[in-house]
C-alpha cells in the first residue's frame, strides 16, 4: 500500500470517528499532494509524499515559534497537535548511532576537509530524507569535517 493510499484511507476513518482536527489535518495534506500532481503532471511516489510532509511540519514549527512570541498558546497547541499527526506519516527515525555511522561511511567515501561537505551531504541526503532532521545532521557533518 503507498503512503497516499494509506493517508486516504485514514481519512475515511477519521471520518468515520469524527476526528475533526485529525481529518482537518489529512485533508490538507491531502490537498498539498493533490496539489503537486497537478503542477507536475505526475503521480507522486512515497518520497514525494514524504517531502511534502517533511515541508508541512517544517512550516508548522516555524509557525510554533512566531505563535510563542506572539503568546498564542491556543495557536500553538494546534499547530503542535498537526505536527504529531503528519509526523505519524513519516518514516521511522534513526538513531544517533546510526546518523553517526553513514556519516563516518559519507566522509569515508568522499573525502576529508570542510571542501568535501557538499559531497557528503549529496551522499547522505537520498538515504536520511525523512529518517533525520537534515539541519542536525548537517552540523554533525561540519563538525567531524573540521575535526
Do not use: W
Amino acid at each position: 500500500m503507498t503512503l497516499k493510499a494509506r493517508i486516504t484511507d485514514e481519512m475515511k476513518d477519521a471520518m468515520r470517528a469524527k476526528a475533526a482536527a485529525r481529518l482537518s489535518t489529512i485533508r490538507l495534506l491531502l490537498a498539498a499532494i493533490k496539489q503537486k500532481e497537478v503542477d507536475e503532471r505526475v503521480d507522486v511516489s512515497d518520497a514525494d509524499v514524504v517531502a511534502i510532509i517533511e515541508r508541512m511540519i517544517k512550516q508548522r514549527r516555524e509557525s510554533v515559534t512566531q505563535f510563542e512570541a506572539g503568546k498564542r498558546p491556543d495557536l500553538v497547541a494546534l499547530e503542535r497537535a498537526e505536527i504529531e499527526i503528519l509526523q505519524s506519516y513519516m518514516p521511522q527515525a534513526l538513531s544517533d548511532a546510526e546518523v553517526d555511522a553513514l556519516i563516518v561511511t559519507a566522509v569515508a567515501q568522499s573525502g576529508g576537509g570542510m571542501a568535501a561537505m557538499g559531497k557528503v551531504m549529496a551522499v547522505l541526503k537520498p538515504q536520511l530524507a525523512g529518517r533525520a532532521d537534515m539541519g542536525a545532521v548537517s552540523a554533525k557533518v561540519k563538525a567531524r569535517l573540521s575535526a
